[in-house]
């Protein structure tokens, strides 16, 4: 009507017949023409509000980093005091995000970067025949788009890396970056700056050469482009179809994918799998000649007795860690067990059950000298020939008399009494003892508190054949 009273007054028109023709008041009539003449306004000017919600907009914004929902937002306002209407504030809100949630789209170079995740299927057939649920695992390149899927059962440590080495398999090469989500398989603590990786991930990206760089918190946006890997996958291939067992459901995810990777991809207006062949696939990592030893891993509490319990057999650990946590790598061959992610043992494992398994240099030095050790009985050699000839053939006869048990108990007594009197005198007290056929440590001792070991060595039968 603005533009309609312009025009007729325009024409030469006064302001009754306007006012005749439009049937309006002649006082709009007259304010309409009088801003045109004043200030040339051809148009009419809406009076702008403010809105009600606007004199809360710190409160709100507070809010909403708090992720609240509008509803329990409408709350927190009204008692600080907020009287608006909770349309007019959801209104105000949804504005507000829409501006926040602006993102740019980053574009990677050939081999650079891929990006992974995991998506729930619903219940499918295992190989087993059995119906469980299942996941589907989604490696994207991306900057070819290329896909790789696998259906999986679980979203364990072992399954996660292993659908990555067969994805890697599948490119024939290892993207510089894996950009991820913040799931337990991978990341420990989700934390931006310094991210906790899980021990095993860690020494898979460092094997097969790769950057694992997650995402932040509640931002899936940053890995949009397996986000809707996921959702393609969902919706074109497993929407609407049945599967009467694993492998027909698994050949025909195959079919498909070669098929998508194919197609004329929406973003880049190219097919994935050319863009892949052409510019990508060299630009790829080499795959490592000598694959990752994908080991079950397990977390074991060190015993005093420096030995972790493990497949029902026991394997030394050295002593410093006892009664600490270790994380044990429980491989087809090997049993390796890590501390703070230095690999502190490496043992044979054992296919028998209640097997110790011990690296004796895991004891404290000083633990190692009991009677039963070689340890202790090696010193005990050593020190009996340091006593002199006898000392060494009384050893031996000790030993063969008590036929190797027992007999450091009756040894450690006379290196008691090499202390106190010299190797010397207890040389002479082996002789004269080892002449009579004597054996023990008390006899020994005897002879010496007697002085006897200097006297002559007599015939037996002899008038001195009692004395010792």
């Given amino acids: 009507?603005?533009?309609?009273?312009?025009?007729?007054?325009?024409?030469?028109k006064s302001q009754r017949e306007i006012a005749k023709l439009t049937g309006r008041d002649r006082k709009t009539i007259r304010r309409i023409v009088y801003k045109y003449n004043s200030a040339g306004i051809e148009s009419p000017t809406q009076k702008q509000k403010e809105s009600q919600v606007f004199k809360w907009h710190e409160d709100a914004i507070k809010l909403l980093e708090k992720d609240l929902s509008f509803v329990r937002i409408h709350e927190e306002l009204q008692g600080l005091g907020f009287f608006g209407s909770y349309s007019s504030l959801t209104r105000y809100l949804r504005k507000i995000k829409l501006h926040n949630s602006i993102c740019i789209r980053f574009n990677t170079l050939p081999g650079e970067e891929a990006q992974v995740d995991f998506g729930d299927i619903g219940r499918r057939y295992?190989?087993?025949g059995k119906l469980r649920k299942a996941y589907i695992f989604n490696m994207r390149l991306s900057y070819s788009r290329k896909d790789y899927y696998e259906i999986v059962f679980d979203q364990k440590v072992n399954t996660w890396i292993q659908c990555h080495i067969n994805a890697f398999k599948y490119f024939q090469g290892v993207p510089k970056v894996i950009k991820l989500d913040n799931l337990k398989s991978a990341i420990i603590i989700a934390n931006f700056y310094e991210p906790i990786y899980q021990e095993q991930y860690k020494r898979f990206a460092d094997h097969y050469n790769f950057l694992p760089a997650p995402c932040r918190v509640r931002k899936p946006q940053e890995k949009g482009k397996v986000e809707n890997g996921i959702?393609?996958?969902?919706?074109?291939?497993?929407?609407?179809?049945?599967?009467?067992?694993?492998?027909?459901m698994v050949e025909a995810l195959g079919s498909w994918n070669r098929r998508s990777n194919n197609r004329i991809h929406g973003t880049?207006?190219?097919?994935?799998?050319?863009?892949?062949?052409?510019?990508?696939?060299?630009?790829?990592?080499?795959?490592?000649?000598v694959g990752f030893d994908l080991s079950s891993w397990h977390k074991r509490k060190v015993a005093k007795d420096c030995h972790i319990s493990l497949d029902k057999n026991y394997y030394s650990v050295p002593s410093?860690?006892?009664?600490?946590?270790?994380?044990?790598?429980?491989?087809?061959?090997?049993?390796?067990?890590?501390?703070?992610g230095q690999m502190v043992a490496m043992h044979n494992r054992s296919n028998g059950k209640g097997?110790?398994?011990?690296?004796?240099?895991?004891?404290?030095?000083?633990?190692?000298?009991?009677?039963?050790?070689?340890?202790?009985?090696?010193?005990?050699?050593?020190?009996?020939?340091?006593?002199?000839?006898?000392?060494?053939?009384?050893?031996?006869?000790?030993r063969e008399q008590r036929k190797n048990k027992d007999w450091p108990r009756t040894v450690k007594g006379i290196l008691h009494l090499k202390k106190l009197y010299g190797n010397e005198?207890?040389?002479?007290?082996?002789?004269?003892?080892l002449h009579y056929g004597i054996g023990n440590y008390s006899k020994i001792k005897e002879i010496i508190k007697n002085?006897?070991?200097?006297?002559?060595?007599?015939?037996?039968?002899?008038?001195?054949?009692g004395i010792i």
């Fill in 451 to 465: 002085n006897c070991y200097d006297l002559p060595l007599p015939l037996f039968g002899g008038e001195d054949a």
């Fill in 268 to 289: 880049t207006k190219k097919k994935p799998e050319e863009l892949f062949s052409n510019e990508e696939i060299t630009a790829l990592t080499k795959l490592p000649e």
């Fill in 355 to 398: 097997s110790f398994i011990t690296n004796r240099s895991h004891w404290p030095e000083y633990k190692l000298y009991y009677p039963e050790s070689p340890e202790y009985q090696n010193k005990c050699v050593i020190e009996m020939q340091e006593i002199g000839e006898y000392g060494d053939k009384m050893l031996s006869f000790i």
């Fill in 425 to 433: 005198i207890v040389n002479k007290a082996c002789m004269r003892a």
């Fill in 126 to 128: 295992d190989p087993e």
């Fill in 231 to 248: 959702k393609y996958v969902t919706n074109n291939f497993f929407a609407g179809r049945r599967f009467s067992n694993n492998k027909e």
């Fill in 320 to 340: 410093k860690y006892a009664g600490t946590e270790v994380e044990v790598s429980l491989g087809s061959e090997i049993v390796r067990i890590y501390a703070q």
């Fill in 1 to 12: 009507m603005y533009t309609t009273i312009l025009t007729l007054y325009k024409q030469g």
